[in-house]
């Protein structure tokens, strides 16, 4: 199948999912995840109406944004999704208009002194780790519910990046476990509902997106409030490199 029908596939799925949890599809923002994929991908996507694109490394981002950017007559809005190193900040400030893997007070401290140097604003989500799985990048929010002292501790790290200048953090991220059964990860993306409405009550603060869901299981996510889904092997096929 092509492109453009995966993509029509895609969407018949998120309005399917909207439809099944009582809510808009325009509330729900489809980030076509075109890492490894060649620019000429990037270029169908965005001739099927693909807006938003997620990339998780930055020597490649380096690359493949120019191009498609100075081949299309508006430029689509670029996330990055993947882990990012502390010296490679400086150079995902000028291509990303979303961070959304901000996995640290130090990342955030960071990226806050880049963009108060080059005068911007970047709007960025927090990557909590609410699975609990080691392997996972994130701030710890594994116990948040239940552990009183991981709470203190999350809770003091979030108000150190709410005050940061130059940052405009608009939500939170979560990487769900790989798991056979979608249903499985449901606790997961509720858990990251629930963290967000818990620190929007705490710190009175808007935090309007929830990242969470891939090909495999961005439905459920939607089911459980998900604004931003990060779908890649489902619209392009298979990494064109593992």
């Known amino acids: 199948m092509s492109i453009t029908e995966n993509m029509d596939l895609v969407r018949q799925r998120i309005n399917a999912a909207c439809q099944k949890s009582g809510r808009s599809p325009a509330d729900v923002t489809l980030i076509a995840v075109s890492k490894t994929h060649p620019t000429e991908a990037v270029l169908e996507a965005i001739a099927a109406g693909a807006q938003h694109f997620g990339e998780n490394r930055v020597e490649e981002a380096e690359i493949k944004i120019p191009v498609v950017n100075a081949q299309v007559s508006k430029s689509p809005t670029w996330h990055m999704i993947g882990h990012v190193q502390s010296r490679k900040a400086k150079d995902i400030v000028p291509l990303f208009q979303y961070v959304q893997s901000v996995d640290s007070l130090k990342l955030a401290q960071k990226f806050s002194a880049l963009c108060v140097e080059q005068g911007r604003q970047l709007d960025v989500l927090l990557e909590m780790n609410v699975s609990g799985e080691e392997v996972k990048d994130g701030f710890v929010a594994s116990k948040w519910d239940s552990d009183s002292e991981l709470k203190r501790a999350l809770w003091s790290q979030i108000e150190q990046v709410l005050a940061l200048p130059g940052l405009q953090v608009r939500g ?28 929007e009550s705490d710190f009175s603060v808007s935090l309007p997106e929830l990242s969470m869901g891939m090909t495999d299981d961005y439905p459920v996510a939607i089911e459980e409030g998900a604004t931003f889904v990060r779908v890649g092997r489902a619209i392009f096929g298979e990494r064109a490199n593992k």
Do not use: D, H, Q
């Open 172 to 199: 939170l991220m979560t990487m769900a476990p790989i798991v056979a059964n979608p249903e499985e990860a449901r606790p997961v993306f509720a858990s990251l509902a629930k963290l967000r409405r818990a620190l």
